[in-house]
Each structure stands twice: as structure tokens, then as C-alpha cells.
């Protein structure tokens, strides 16, 4: 298999392939048209840490910085401009991947301020003000999937909003996403929305899962445990797609499907391994289904261009065996219920983190141009 063909098979099986990684950078260099052109990548998604690394890097971002000192802006208003205004650059970029998909990709997300993960109401104003400030149609807007996170999905579906749904891990929790996925597009159909305009992806995280259950694995040390390593995060994305398929297979869907709905696809996140024992490529080739969506951050996008071997559906065949590989780690004694809530706030505790990083750094930044400028 030549480069790119692996790219190109991905996408042919139905696998839109999007770049986990966004900087102003990438954006002005032409690297992310290039990525479009040659790597068939339909799509970008960011995250608070994404954002931290690319403004403290400081590529491109001397300018504006300067101009929001000479303002006098809040470091809170500051991180807005910058980051909408790179998220509104790469949509510019995606638009005709927008056009020509029908709305399905050329997407571009950003996330509403992690502080906010468990507050319902100021999620539901964060997604309106971002909205309304990236002024792209083709913008989606994450919000994490905690518990206060649900109803802010279905109230921002409703308005018309399209969403990223982020920080699932749980099939429980994934469930209820797309219930609250469903209950927004009801809102949206009584209230007279065209719901042809509304998207959405759910981001399924799945490396951070084999991260956390190989260490108790480790720690039993047995060989039933040492031969469940590296198979409960495949097994839970594979479940969560039949669940997916059990949702658009109901009567609930099939009439809002009839009111012209899209379905709200799984997107496969946190691709990226991190153990080195495993293929670096495992999180793509072993994730392949129609209606995906694979966000990978670039090493894995040129690794999977390079050695991956795409060899079609490697997701429809194996929830027996998935769910049994979940079933054995229970016989092990590893409680799925207290690894996935331990990463659901993990997550959002390392966005908040890294949201807070970013603050600082662009306060010492504003604060130091503004005193050059005086």
C-alpha cells in the first residue's frame, strides 16, 4: 500500500478523517490546506490543551496580543478573541470540505471554558457567545459530557446550535448523549428549526481507557490479566457503536430522521497510543465503520498514511467479543464503572488545568506588552 492510500481507504470506508491539532501557525503556513489536499483530512477539532500549546508557543499570536494590551482587555476576553479567531480562520479553510459534504465535515470545534464543565446554565451561555463569535456555519461547539453537561447539550441543540459532544467514556454516559442529542433535535422541530442544519459528533475518548485499566492489570500481574491488556478501550468503542446502532435503528430516531435529522456520528478521540508496545496505528485500523469520524492528532495521521492497514469494517463483527472482554475484566475484579467516572474527571480536570495554564501565560504576556507599549 502506497502512502496516502491507507488515508484514502479510511475515508472510502465510510471514516472521515479529522486532524486533532489546530494553531495559527498551521493555519497561515497553508500545512492545513495541505492536509486537506493531500491527506484527506475533512475536519479539526481543539481543546483547551491544544490551545495552551499553540498561544504559549507564540507563533503567529504577537500581533493581537499586542493590540488586546493596548485595549486594556481581560486575559478571559483576550483567550476568546484569539481562540475564536483561529477557529474561524480554519473554517474559512474547510468551508468548500462544508459545502460539498453537505454539513457533515469541514467542521471546526471549540470548546466552551472547561470551568464550566458542571454548570448547566453558564455551558448553555458559553455555547450561544461562541457561537454567535466564531459566526460560522460550520463551527461546533464541545461540550463535555459530564452530568451537568447533558441538559446544556439539549438546550443548545434546540437553539440550532451543532455540537461536539466531548469526554465520553461510558456506554452508560453515551447513552444518555444521544437521548439528550434526540431531545434537542425534538426542541428544535417544535420550535419550527430546520433540523437539516443541525450536527452533531460524539467524541468517544478511547486510549486513556486501555491507559488506566493496563495499570491494574499491571498491578494483578496474573497471566489472565497480562492477556486483557490493550483490549478494554477497543471493546468499549465497539459497544458504544452498537449501541449507536440500536439508537438509529429505533422508532425515536426514525421519525425525527424523517423530519430531515442527521445522525449524531461517533467520533473515535484521544487516538493517539500511548504505549509504545502496541501499534501506533491501533486506535484507526481497529476502529473502521460507516458513519465514524477518527480525530487524530498529526503523528497518527502520518502514521497511519505510512504503515496503517486499513482492511474494511474491523468494528460490526466483534461485540461478542467485546463484551466479553468487559465481562472478563469484571471477573478480574477491575470495576468499568470507577475506571470511566475516574477519567471522566480527570478530563475535565486537565482541560481546566490547562485552560488555567493558558490564562496565565497569556496574562504575563498581555501584561508585558502592555508595559513595552506604554
Do not use: C
Given at each position: 500500500m502506497s502512502k496516502t492510500d491507507a488515508l484514502k481507504r479510511l475515508s472510502d470506508e465510510g471514516v472521515a478523517i479529522w486532524l486533532d491539532d489546530l494553531s495559527r501557525r498551521r493555519i497561515a503556513s497553508g500545512d492545513l490546506a495541505g492536509l486537506i489536499e493531500s491527506r484527506h483530512v475533512?475536519?479539526?477539532?481543539?481543546?483547551?490543551?491544544?490551545?495552551?500549546?499553540?498561544?504559549?508557543?507564540?507563533?503567529?499570536?504577537?500581533?493581537?496580543?499586542?493590540?488586546?494590551?493596548?485595549?486594556?482587555?481581560?486575559?478571559?476576553?483576550?483567550?476568546?478573541?484569539?481562540?475564536?479567531?483561529?477557529?474561524?480562520?480554519?473554517a474559512d479553510v474547510l468551508r468548500p470540505v462544508f459545502e460539498a459534504s453537505g454539513g457533515a465535515d469541514g467542521r471546526v470545534s471549540i470548546e466552551v471554558d472547561p470551568r464550566f464543565a458542571h454548570d448547566t446554565a453558564a455551558t448553555i451561555a458559553e455555547a450561544e457567545q461562541l457561537a454567535w463569535l466564531v459566526d460560522r456555519p460550520n463551527a461546533l461547539i464541545k461540550i463535555p459530557a459530564t452530568r451537568a453537561g447533558l441538559p446544556a447539550i439539549t438546550e443548545v441543540i434546540g437553539r440550532g446550535i451543532s455540537v461536539n459532544v466531548t469526554l465520553i467514556f461510558s456506554l452508560e454516559r453515551y447513552r444518555e448523549?444521544?437521548?439528550?442529542?434526540?431531545?434537542?433535535?425534538?426542541?428544535?422541530?417544535?420550535?419550527?428549526?430546520?433540523?437539516?442544519?443541525?450536527?452533531?459528533?460524539?467524541s468517544f475518548f478511547v486510549s486513556r481507557v486501555d491507559s488506566e485499566i493496563d495499570k491494574r492489570l499491571d498491578a494483578l500481574g496474573t497471566d489472565a490479566a497480562k492477556a486483557l491488556k490493550g483490549r478494554?478501550?477497543?471493546?468499549?468503542?465497539?459497544?458504544?457503536?452498537?449501541?449507536?446502532?440500536?439508537?438509529?435503528?429505533?422508532?425515536?430516531?426514525?421519525?425525527?430522521?424523517?423530519?430531515?435529522?442527521?445522525?449524531?456520528?461517533?467520533?473515535?478521540?484521544?487516538?493517539?497510543?500511548k504505549d509504545p508496545a502496541y501499534p501506533d496505528t491501533l486506535y484507526v485500523t481497529e476502529l473502521v465503520a460507516p458513519g465514524t469520524v477518527n480525530t487524530m492528532p498529526e503523528p497518527t495521521l502520518l502514521a497511519t498514511e505510512d504503515h496503517g492497514v486499513v482492511s474494511g469494517d474491523?468494528?460490526?463483527?466483534?461485540?461478542?467479543?467485546?463484551?466479553?472482554?468487559?465481562d472478563a475484566l469484571a471477573g478480574l475484579g477491575v470495576s468499568y464503572d470507577e475506571v470511566v467516572q475516574l477519567l471522566e474527571d480527570e478530563g475535565v480536570a486537565k482541560f481546566e488545568q490547562a485552560w488555567q495554564e493558558l490564562l496565565d501565560s497569556t496574562e504575563a504576556a498581555l501584561a508585558r506588552l502592555a508595559a513595552k507599549g506604554a
Open positions: 475533512v475536519g479539526v477539532t481543539t481543546n483547551p490543551s491544544i490551545f495552551q500549546k499553540a498561544i504559549s508557543g507564540g507563533d503567529g499570536y504577537e500581533g493581537q496580543l499586542a493590540d488586546l494590551a493596548a485595549r486594556k482587555v481581560t486575559v478571559d476576553e483576550a483567550i476568546r478573541m484569539i481562540t475564536t479567531a483561529d477557529v474561524r480562520d480554519a448523549v444521544m437521548d439528550a442529542y434526540q431531545a434537542g433535535l425534538e426542541k428544535a422541530r417544535a420550535a419550527g428549526l430546520d433540523l437539516a442544519t443541525i450536527h452533531s459528533v460524539a478494554a478501550a477497543l471493546a468499549n468503542a465497539r459497544l458504544a457503536y452498537q449501541a449507536y446502532e440500536e439508537v438509529v435503528a429505533g422508532e425515536r430516531w426514525s421519525a425525527l430522521a424523517a423530519a430531515g435529522a442527521n445522525p449524531q456520528r461517533p467520533l473515535w478521540a484521544s487516538t493517539g497510543v474491523t468494528i460490526t463483527g466483534g461485540y461478542e467479543q467485546a463484551a466479553a472482554d468487559l
